[in-house]
């Protein structure tokens, strides 16, 4: 009877099972459209949880209102910015692409200027190393800023196109937040309990998941807004066109530590050198080595500080991963499943030193 009764009970633990797997996937997919506007409300619930909860202590019992005020703040603050950001960008990058087609930057003439300026010697070398077909390499070169600039373009145009779709995303990422920021502290504590892990180690696992969103906003997005932004006003100051588009590159590319930023305004300095506007090029190349490239090794240690324990080289190749894989959400999703995957082996490490291996207990 014993054995009968524990074979049924397999059997129902086996649908069970069976069953959680195959709704769990079906709600998975229904999901996937909103998948972007999932993540960042989450990102952004995190983010702005302290001001929810300080507000909560200057207004106690009036969890809507906090929760409404809040949200508030994250439009003024973050949407609204972001919206205009990504509007004055499109106009900035479809206006650079317009002139490089019409030949107003005329890129030809700047490679032949600089073929011109090197010494004999230097250009057998280059010739020696298969580099001496400066119409080729020019080619190429034009081409890739070309496509480059037209990604950014139809990429920045198919929002706008698409703007039922983003609006509705948006309201997801808004009406989510809300409700994250209110229910919070309750739905963390109920998924905490669904964990099958000791209490300790429930806790270890859910601070590694708040602690990693903190830590890779304050470290990887508000130190790109820095430096994109200090880049900007430089190229500004020193009458580049197009300075919009170039702070927000460089604050793409300070996602690769230290020499990140120098993907961009070192090219545009050597343009400068190139095209005769030595004061330009050498104030931009003093200004990036001591100021911009600066931004990374003086903020980063204040801003994340002690976070994340995470090498700077894991942080870089989940970030790139993550971007490769789920866009511009991948920012946040890979350094946190890096962060996720150390502590979870973590855990597993301690568990077998404690218990030994197979759970048996150690001697």
């Not at 590694?208 to 790109?224: D, N, Q, Y």
């Not at 702070?247 to 545009?268: D, E, K, N, R, Y």
């Amino acid at each position: 009877m014993d054995n009968r009764a524990t074979s049924r009970k397999r059997v129902e633990w086996g649908f069970l099972i069976a069953l959680l797997v195959i709704v769990t996937l079906a709600f998975a997919v229904l999901i996937e459209p909103f998948f972007g506007a999932i993540v960042w409300g989450v990102v952004v619930a995190v983010l702005f949880r302290p001001v929810y909860e300080r507000l909560l202590g200057y207004l106690p019992g009036r969890a809507n209102l906090v929760a409404g005020i809040t949200l508030i703040l994250i439009l003024l603050l973050v949407v609204v910015p972001a919206i205009l950001l990504g509007m004055a960008l499109a106009q900035e990058a479809a206006s650079l692409y317009v002139r490089i087609e019409d030949g107003d930057i005329d890129f030809g003439a700047v490679f032949e200027t600089f073929e011109k300026s090197l010494p004999q010697r230097m250009q057998a070398q280059l010739a020696a190393y298969g580099y001496g077909d400066f119409a080729s390499i020019r080619a190429e070169i034009e081409q890739s800023i070309a496509a480059i600039l037209e990604f950014l373009v139809t990429q920045l145009l198919s929002v706008g196109q698409g703007a039922f779709r983003f609006m509705l995303g948006l309201g997801v990422m808004l009406y989510l937040t809300f409700f994250l920021l209110r229910d919070g502290r309750a739905l963390t504590e109920r998924i905490g309990e669904m964990i099958p892990l000791e209490e300790k180690k429930r806790e270890i696992l859910m601070e590694k998941f708040l602690v990693v969103i903190r830590a890779t906003i304050k470290g990887s997005l508000i130190i790109a807004i820095i430096q994109g932004s200090l880049g900007g006003l430089i190229f500004w100051a020193l009458d580049i066109r197009g300075a919009l588009l170039w702070a927000v590159l460089m604050g793409i590319f300070s996602l690769i530590p230290a020499i990140g930023t120098g993907f961009v305004w070192v090219p545009v300095a050597l343009f400068l050198l190139i095209t005769g506007n030595v004061l330009q090029g050498i104030v931009l190349i003093l200004s990036g080595v001591f100021v911009i490239s600066m931004i990374d090794n003086l903020v980063r240690p204040v801003l994340v500080g002690r976070d994340t324990r995470m090498p700077d080289y894991v942080v870089l190749i989940s970030t790139l991963g993550g971007l490769q894989l789920f866009g511009i959400n991948g920012i946040v999703i890979g350094p946190l499943v890096a962060a996720l995957f150390i502590a979870i082996w973590s855990i597993f490490s301690d568990m077998h030193q404690d218990s030994g291996p197979l759970g048996k207990a150690s001697e």
